[in-house]
């Protein structure tokens, strides 16, 4: 383009726009050719259930002094690479937190200690012998009730006298290297071999129970795992109605509590309060984790950033229903807790039995939320995600969903195959409709047999001709579900959960299957193996799109139990179905992220984060999924444009530019895409692969910014050689002054080039003024318009700068966006929803140099 020139669209008519426009006809002139071909043409190794499965090899080697953990003088120490984690056993034997935080050295307890000097008035005293000693003003690491703690307990048991009052004081400890596997869920695991676990033995004597905490220590990761395990050792049945994974009693430093909210399409909003006096609490009851209150939530300090200050992180391994707790007591101690949501929960404990919590995780990072969310990336690709695809790129896929629903043949998908093909697609997904009866949802859940109408060879001969195109094949199930219009239910209307005596109520016209009952468990693994078996299938789409209502199996003796044996029956059938086929790439979804967790990712490389794919959107999901969760996680799609949730329209640029932060997909029928949008996503997969590991796998950060209509994101390599910047704005705003792009995490004595990604600019968004350049008066609007913008567009502005990483960690100045008053080629065309993305990397001296 010949627009180097500033032209004021105010005093016209320009030479320059007529000149744009002459160069245009003869740009379309010699693309008819193009057009005319173109209108022709047209492992998993499932380490996890560890000790059920028996895959994580169980180290039980007891150090007498192990470098993470230690204890001396009743006090341990555990320790990451840049945190501790101090507590101490009281005279009275009870666990008191002392430190969490930045590393400090050793048997430098004193200063950080808890004073007690005189007793509060009125305070419940724990003993005559002691009256400073009262467990209300305590940190403490687990708490009972009845001893004169009034905050929330972590356990409420009703013994088998009736009575609830429970006192856990420090029996034994060892010290084991490595995870201690768990018998009923999946938990993290420690390939590198370089994590330690404390086992501390709890007893309350009276109530004849012994409670186990474990800590597992991750040192590179900077993360620590708690459980604990609950053992009725007397001779009568126990109900346990609240039983948490972990509890942590810190000392408020102003602290805010941040969780990540919302329903379906739009999950994951980050929601921030400061902690008042009071309890404050993050839960699910739906039966799922949930895309009302994802299970993690974070505590930060007051000053917290992106990059600087205090902040916490706390999730758990589990996709049921769950809780989490911030108190802020009396005394200003923050308690938090985190486990399974007491809701409806009922474990009956016979004499001898056992019940194992998930397993919580927290971090600690002095580095802001960056900081603290790099420790959660690491720990999830390294210790959560296990099988043949830890730590391998993910393919980009196209999904068939939006681009059809259940209208499709045969030959609609191999056209739009073929088409995803020929742009770059690694992967063909084939979303729901392809079974049973299903042609729209109210029938089919249930009947995984192929719905010879739509694919008459068979599935075998479907997947094969995906094959042979050179794409891998995908294949979407909703295993936990069934339609009353289904041969399942009408054979077996027992596998449904309803409640005797009530009318079941329904969600997507589907009832849920009773995941409690073993012969459910039995039909749902059988069913679905046999069509991965059948077919070549690289990849499953594992859906579940209702909340849990009408709690009950009749396998069942005590109904408190259900919504945990719900989560131990999915994680059974999950097991059973991948681990005997590990390379199967398994995407989770629960339309879209209502069940994003860890107990999932133990499963499930990545999850559907959204079924709202609008960018705008999308910028506040994948952000706030982006605080726990590393983007190798996070499915991202490209859809059509205006979008199908919001009626959004947005650039095609635009919605790469913010899927590229997360596994590419397209969903769109591809068919309807102009000659130019097609090239465009041709060179957006270009570009996405060729950065794919940065973008997956690098250190990402969400940047500061006082610009409230702006979002910046980044991904840098591991060793500092790529990074991939993403500059997002969501609302034009009037004469904005100059918009800075914020850089962190390269090596400051490396050089870089960075460089804008090439987008289009249409002509049409300009709208009526290109009026102001042409001798006549043209409708923006019309047909001339609308054709020229499917032949021709203008690039987009391009800057390139060489600079060392210090210097470019300044921030960098990017060109003037439009400001109304004229324009040309170094001019950034954002408007509402414009983007660019920027690849900053590496050069040698002498490149640097010009050699
Ligand atoms: C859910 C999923 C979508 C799609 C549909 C199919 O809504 O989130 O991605 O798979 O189900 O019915």
Same mark, same amino acid.
């Not at 009845?146 to 307990?153: A, L």
């Given at each position: 383009m010949q627009l180097a020139l500033s032209i004021n669209f105010v005093s016209l008519p320009n030479v320059y726009f007529s000149r744009m426009f002459a160069q245009s006809a003869l740009t379309l002139a010699s693309c008819k050719v193009t057009i005319a071909l173109y209108l022709y043409v047209k492992? #998993?190794?499932?380490?996890?259930?560890?000790?059920? #499965? /028996? @895959?994580?090899?169980? /180290?039980?080697? @007891? #150090?007498?002094?192990a470098s993470m953990i230690s204890y001396q003088d009743s006090i341990f120490v555990l320790e990451t690479d840049h945190t501790s984690y101090l507590f101490r056993v009281t005279p009275f034997g009870h666990l008191e937190h002392i430190h969490y935080g930045e590393r400090i050295p050793r048997g430098e307890m004193e200063p950080l200690l808890l004073k007690r000097n005189i007793g509060h008035g009125s305070a419940v005293v724990y003993s005559q012998k002691d009256n400073t000693y009262c467990l209300d003003n305590l940190k403490l690491e687990w708490s009972g009730i009845?001893?004169?703690?009034?905050?929330?307990?972590p356990l409420e048991v009703k013994l088998s006298d009736g009575t609830f009052r429970t006192d856990f004081v420090y029996a034994s400890h060892e010290i084991v290297s490595g995870c201690v596997a768990m018998q009923s869920l999946p938990n993290a695991y420690d390939a590198a071999n370089d994590a330690e676990t404390l086992v501390l033995t709890l007893k309350d004597q009276a109530g004849k129970l012994a409670l186990l905490l474990y800590y597992t220590v991750f040192p590179a990761v900077d993360v620590i795992a708690r459980r604990v395990v609950l053992v009725n050792e007397g001779e009568g049945h126990i109900s346990v109605r609240r039983i948490m994974s972990m509890q942590l009693d810190l000392e408020n430093e102003g602290f805010s509590l941040v969780t990540f909210d919302g329903a379906w399409s739009k999950e994951t909003h980050r929601h921030d309060r400061k902690l008042q006096y009071g309890q404050y609490v993050n839960s699910s009851v739906t039966g799922a984790s949930s895309n009302r209150h994802n299970p993690g939530f974070l505590l930060y300090a007051d000053g917290a950033t992106q990059s600087h200050g205090k902040v916490y992180g706390f999730n758990l391994v589990y996709s049921g229903n769950h809780i989490g707790i911030a108190e802020r007591s009396p005394f200003d101690l923050i308690r938090v807790q985190l486990g399974i949501n007491p809701g409806c929960f009922e474990w009956d404990l016979a004499p001898g039995e056992r019940f194992e919590t998930p397993e919580a995780v927290m971090t600690f990072s002095p580095d802001g939320f960056n900081g603290m969310s790099a420790h959660f990336h690491d720990f999830v690709n390294e210790h959560i995600v296990r099988g043949d695809w830890k730590g391998k790129e993910r393919p980009v896929l196209i999904n068939n969903w939006e681009a059809c629903f259940f209208r499709f043949t045969r030959s609609k998908l191999l056209r739009l195959a073929r088409q995803a093909r020929q742009l770059g697609v690694e992967l063909f997904v084939l979303d729901d409709g392809w079974f049973g009866k299903r042609n729209d949802d109210h029938a089919g859940l249930g009947d995984y047999n192929v719905n010879r109408k739509k694919l008459p060879r068979g599935m075998k001969s479907f997947a094969d001709e995906i094959h042979a195109l050179g794409l891998q094949f995908g294949l979407w199930f909703e295993p936990e579900m069934v339609n009353p219009d289904s041969d399942l239910f009408r054979a077996h209307p027992e596998y449904a959960v309803t409640t005797p005596g009530r009318e079941p109520l329904f969600g997507r016209n589907q009832l849920v299957l009773d995941l409690c009952n073993p012969a459910v468990r039995d039909y749902i693994v059988t069913n679905v193996s046999q069509i991965l078996d059948e077919a070549k299938i690289d990849y499953v789409k594992w859906d579940m799109n209702r909340h849990i209502s009408d709690a009950c199996s009749p396998t069942l003796n005590n109904q408190g139990e259900f919504y945990h044996r719900y989560q131990l029956g999915l994680y059974d059938v999950l097991g059973r179905i991948f681990r005997p086929r590990p390379h199967i790439l398994l995407e989770s979804c629960s339309s879209g992220g209502n069940r994003f967790d860890l107990g999932m990712l133990c499963f499930s490389p990545q999850v559907w984060s959204s079924d709202d794919t609008d960018a705008m959107e999308r910028l506040k999901i994948q952000e706030g999924l982006s605080y726990l969760y590393p983007l190798s996680a996070m499915g991202a799609h490209v859809s059509a444009a205006p979008n199908q949730q919001t009626l959004r329209n947005t650039t095609i640029s635009t919605r790469f530019n913010v899927a590229s932060f997360g596994c590419l997909g397209y969903e769109l029928d591809l068919k309807h895409l102009t000659m130019l949008e097609r090239k465009e996503v041709r060179e957006q997969i270009a570009y996405y692969r060729a950065h794919r590991k940065t973008l997956q796998y690098g250190r990402f950060f969400r940047h500061d910014t006082d610009k409230g209509n702006k979002v910046y994101w980044q991904s840098v390599s591991k060793d500092q050689s790529q990074s991939i910047a993403g500059a997002f704005q969501t609302l034009a705003q009037a004469a904005e002054g100059n918009d800075i792009l914020p850089l962190a995490g390269l090596d400051e004595e490396k050089r870089y080039r960075m460089q804008t990604k090439s987008q289009r600019v249409l002509i049409r968004r300009f709208g009526g003024l290109v009026n102001h350049l042409l001798p006549i008066n043209l409708n923006p609007n019309g047909a001339l318009f609308r054709w020229v913008d499917r032949l021709y567009a203008m690039q987009d502005c391009i800057e390139t700068y060489t600079a060392s990483g210090k210097t470019l960690h300044q921030g960098v100045h990017l060109n003037q966006q439009f400001v109304a008053t004229g324009y040309n080629n170094q001019i950034r065309m954002l408007g509402d929803f414009g983007s660019n993305l920027y690849a900053i990397d590496e050069i040698s001296q002498e490149e640097a140099a010009g050699f």
């Open positions: 492992r #998993f190794q499932f380490l996890f259930y560890q000790s059920n #499965f /028996n @895959v994580q090899p169980e /180290n039980k080697a @007891v #150090f007498e002094r009845g001893s004169g703690d009034y905050r929330q307990t």
